[in-house]
């Protein structure tokens, strides 16, 4: 069987199973399993698949079909044109989140000596393209779930900024050892209710995902937090779900009245970051 004929047959299997970007996902796995570039497999695309490597992809592609996601199959995952290593410890990237560097690189590029804090790191894609992009800035970047440090530690040894980055321990912002200028965080925001629905056979952890019976229980803790963690003048950027904006600006504003709040949408046109800056 040629490299062709596998991916073919795969994208068919993929396509019957449900499975979206069926031809994309099938090329992640071929080369996973021959450990080569995209540009290398179009160039073997007419080569034949050697025995162990036919066995190798079909091994692959039965575990995708069982619902493990391929992301976590190959351990890549692209996120601000970085490549990240990903495992079940931790929640994939997803494109949407790359709003909040977005955000945060426009309010810390013209402070050198930013300090930020990431709450709810995961793989620590967020905290180290902000340390990659802020070459000057401190990070502190914090999980609650020591398998997830661990990944992000990996990660920020694979991009070179180990020192830069400070992993913390601890639930929200308790183990942040001094107020920053900036807090950014992808909390869990599902509802509770809707995990199952949502998230059928995801091998993703819960806990980065469950945010309560209305979603919002996390993001109400960190900000009943905030006080003594942000500096005067400092801003936090929250990630929300879809249609969460009223209830987060509302609970936001009862909370910290004199601030300024605002909320970005995403690329889909969906309300997806709430600022606050404390005034
Ligand atoms: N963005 C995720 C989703 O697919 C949720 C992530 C989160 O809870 N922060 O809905």
Redesign the pocket.
């Given at each position: 069987m040629t490299l062709k004929q596998a991916l073919n047959r795969t994208r068919e299997i993929f396509v019957a199973n449900n499975i979206a970007d069926a031809r994309l996902e099938s090329e992640l796995l071929l080369r996973h399993t021959l450990n080569i570039s995209q540009t290398q497999l179009y160039i073997d695309i007419n080569q034949e698949l050697s025995p162990e490597q036919e066995k190798a992809f079909w091994h692959l592609v039965k575990r995708r079909l069982n619902g493990e996601p391929t992301v976590y199959i190959t351990g890549h995952r692209e996120f601000y044109g970085l490549d990240f290593y990903v495992d079940p410890n931790v929640?994939i990237p997803?494109p949407?989140?790359e709003l909040l560097v977005e955000k945060a690189l426009k309010l810390a590029q013209h402070q050198p000596g930013v300090t930020i804090a990431e709450i709810g790191t995961g793989c620590g894609a967020i905290a180290i393209s902000l340390a990659l992009n802020l070459p000057q800035a401190k990070i502190y970047a914090t999980d609650i779930s020591a398998p997830a440090l661990k990944v992000a530690r990996a990660n920020c040894q694979k991009h070179g900024v180990l020192n830069r980055v400070r992993l913390l321990l601890g639930d929200m912002l308790d183990s942040l050892p001094q107020p920053v200028d900036l807090i950014v965080a992808?909390?869990?925001?599902?509802k509770e209710s809707e995990l199952l629905a949502?998230?059928p056979v995801s091998s993703e952890p819960r806990l980065?995902?469950n945010?309560g019976p209305d979603g919002l229980e996390r993001i109400r803790q960190l900000c009943r937090q905030l006080n003594g963690k942000l500096r005067p003048e400092g801003y936090l950027l929250l990630?929300i779900?879809q249609g969460q904006e009223t209830a987060v600006t509302t609970f936001l504003s009862n909370l910290l009245p004199s601030a300024e709040i605002e909320v970005t949408p995403d690329l889909s046109g969906i309300d997806r970051v709430v600022s606050l800056h404390l005034t």
């Open positions: 929640l997803r949407e989140s992808n909390l869990p925001y599902v949502q998230f980065a995902l945010g990630e779900g």
